[in-house]
């Protein structure tokens, strides 16, 4: 007697998973985040020591300089911005889809210490004197400028006051943007304009009692002077940033390998569907159902984590099929066997799952702890890769071992394929006579 | 194809010299390549500078170097790749931010398309290397322990020397080829080193269960005769799931563009290696070791455990 019910079942929870998959697929593929390999972008490690000699370089100055620089990578608009602590003196910088990479790595190791010195060197004043987020660009003759607004205005008056009672030339108040030991205005102001280290050096007359001071730049650009007015808004890091490592990747060259990839990847699985289809018959249909469930979960899951899919991850995507694969395999080769010893259909399924399972705990957890290895050693891309790997694997397990199980069960509880060997590729010839 | 897979006659282990005198025989070769010729190694692990400028039109060598000179730059070596539309240069110094900004410009200028590029200081090329050497010796612990507990010490040795056998193929192979040794690479081998323990453990998952059902393992004759059967049933899906791998790695190198190439190569040589060391290496090296054990054994009054 064939039961009916359950290949009903079948069909339907097959059609339930098709139309979820079907509804939502282009969705979640839309959400997932691209590393910087795949859409252009840039990663930068810096190597990080304090502003001044005496500090010390501690895990809070580390902190407070990644939520500076998150602040200013907020200026350029990037989506995903990854900054991570590495080590103790490290910072990695990731910007996926940064439109301008020049200007965004010009961005972020500025230190935008603002001084104001006098033509000998000697600071009068500093960022410090600022009052907080208040620089802004302003107009002056239709030149853009920036102008920030002081703390103390009596402090700059005091300033003023001695600068202007200094004769020619030395009556300037030189203003600087991180100004390092050793740089002398002297020597700066005998270069051509467009090679001075410092921003400008206006000429003091009188005593200035006002609160605000405008840097009139040499002259500005406008997108300059923003630039200048977020620097100086997102305040000064209290670090001095080396690029140690840097990569990037042009948008065409990510687009590309995106796209490559993802075809190779389609032709891949796609020649896996198709041996898996010939060479295991109804368990392979089976097996392709599981394995597309297991891509679409694998994109919902690393959706959830809120992981970026970078071009090693799309690999370890794809080995991941090969695991939930072997896994297949190695059940319907086991049920193959148990068909063969001339057991019936449905006491060949049962004794083939069980000695399947531990088989591919085995050799899953085997590959698990490489992985974890790889996530614990690994940086970015490899721990990208890892990450992939891991929920791949745990993945697989699921959609191949149980999910396969509960489908295949199905047909086989209905006694549909009783006397039926070849649905599993096994000829009668083949089985043993009890 | 499965029935005559099953009906297969053959002595895995009788012959097992021969199989270890093959190995033998290629890793001398794989060590003389590596010690002539050496790796090509990228500069994540050499340290210096990487520019990949890409073309509509097809590109040569003099006209990207000219460029590179008029930024008053000298690259180590420019090469073609990718049919001829990409330029890859090298340098060997770190190129500083500002010059990264200038070969940005001029070749954006100049081809439409945003060059990639890459730049390395000793410092992190020596820690990448550090750390990948330590998380392959962590694995290498970490799996014979598993082993170890859930089959036997010998079976952790011998999928541990078919690990090592399979990673030093994929390096053996990337010096003879020249390939570019990075950081993918290094993902890769770990690959490999999960896919070739997997491989192994099926196998020796399989001798485990028919061992229970021995009633006497006393001479290394009852162990081959174990092993021999335990290769031929798992045989299928052996060569099956190679297969179905192969298919996925070698859509990668064909199709999967130049950043994956390198990638795809070694997965695809090492998972061809790791099937060789499952079915004709390390079974056969447990099986020897384990007839040794028993003659030690048959002296003392403590029975075989298995």
Partial sequence: MVKKGRIVAFFLIVLLLGGLIGTTVMGVTKEIKLGLDLQGGFEVLYEVTPAQEDQEL?????????????????????????????????????????????????????????????????????????????????????????????????????????????????????IWLDYEEGDSYQEEVTKPADE?????????????????????????????????????????????????????????????????????????????????LFYYRLPGAIAVITLSVYIYLILVVFNWMNAVLTLPGIAALILGVGMAVDANIITYERIKEEIRSGKSIMSAFKAGGRRSFT???????????????????????????????????????????????????LWVKSRALSKKPGLFGVKESEIDEL | MSSR???????????????FAISLALIVLGGLAIAIFGLNLGIDFSSGSRVDIQSDETLTTEEVSKEFEGLGLQPESVTLAGGGEIAVAAFKSELNKDEVAEIKNTFTDLYEIEPSISTVSPDVAVDL?????????????????????????????????????????????????????????????????GYSINDTIVTFDRIRENMKFEKKVKTFDDVARVVNKSLVQTLARSINTVLTVVFAATALTIFGGEAIRPFAVALLIGLLAGTYSSIFIASQLWAVWKGKQLKKKKFSPVESEV
């Fill in chain 1, 58 to 174: 501690s895990q809070d100055l580390l902190n407070s300089t990644v939520s500076a620089l998150y602040k200013r990578i907020n200026v350029l608009g990037v989506s995903e911005p990854r900054i991570t602590i590495e080590g103790e003196d490290r910072i990695r910088v990731q910007l996926a889809g940064v439109k301008d990479q020049n200007q965004a790595r010009e961005l972020l190791s500025t230190q935008a210490e603002l001084t104001f010195r006098t033509t000998d060197d000697e600071e009068q004043m500093s960022g410090a004197d600022l009052k907080e987020g208040a620089a802004k660009v302003v107009f002056d003759n239709n030149q853009p400028v920036v102008q920030v607004t002081l703390k103390n205005p009596e402090k700059f008056a005091n300033i003023t006051r001695e600068i202007s009672q200094l004769p020619q030339p030395d009556n300037r108040l030189v």
């Fill in chain 1, 196 to 276: 001075q280290k410092f921003i400008s050096d206006p000429a003091v007359r009188t005593v200035l009692s006002q609160n605000t001071v405008v840097i009139s730049g040499p002259p500005f650009q406008l997108e300059e002077a923003e630039n200048l007015k977020e620097l100086l808004n997102a305040g000064s890091l209290p670090v001095q940033l080396e690029e140690i490592y840097s990569t990037s990747v042009g948008a065409q060259f990510g687009e590309q390998s995106l796209n490559k990839t993802v075809l190779a990847g389609f032709i891949g699985i796609g020649l896996i569907f198709l041996f898996m």
């Fill in chain 1, 359 to 409: 088989t591919i705990f085995d050799a899953n957890i085997t590959t698990l702890i490489a992985a974890g290895v790889l996530f614990a050693y690994g940086t970015s891309s490899v721990k990208g890769f890892a990450v992939m790997l891991i929920t791949s694997i745990t993945v697989s397990f699921l959609t191949a071992v149980w999910g396969s199980r509960i489908l295949l069960g």
């Fill in chain 2, 5 to 19: 897979v099953r009906d297969i006659k053959f002595d895995f282990v009788k012959h097992r010299n021969k199989f």
């Fill in chain 2, 129 to 193: 290397a550090k750390n990948a050497f330590i998380a392959v010796a962590i694995a290498s612990v970490g799996i014979i322990l598993y082993v170890a507990i859930r089959f036997e010490w010998l079976q952790g040795f011998a999928a541990i020397v078919a690990l090592f056998h399979d990673a030093f193929f994929i390096i053996a192979v990337f010096s003879i080829l020249q390939i570019e040794v990075n950081i993918t690479f290094i993902a890769a081998v770990l690959t490999i080193v």
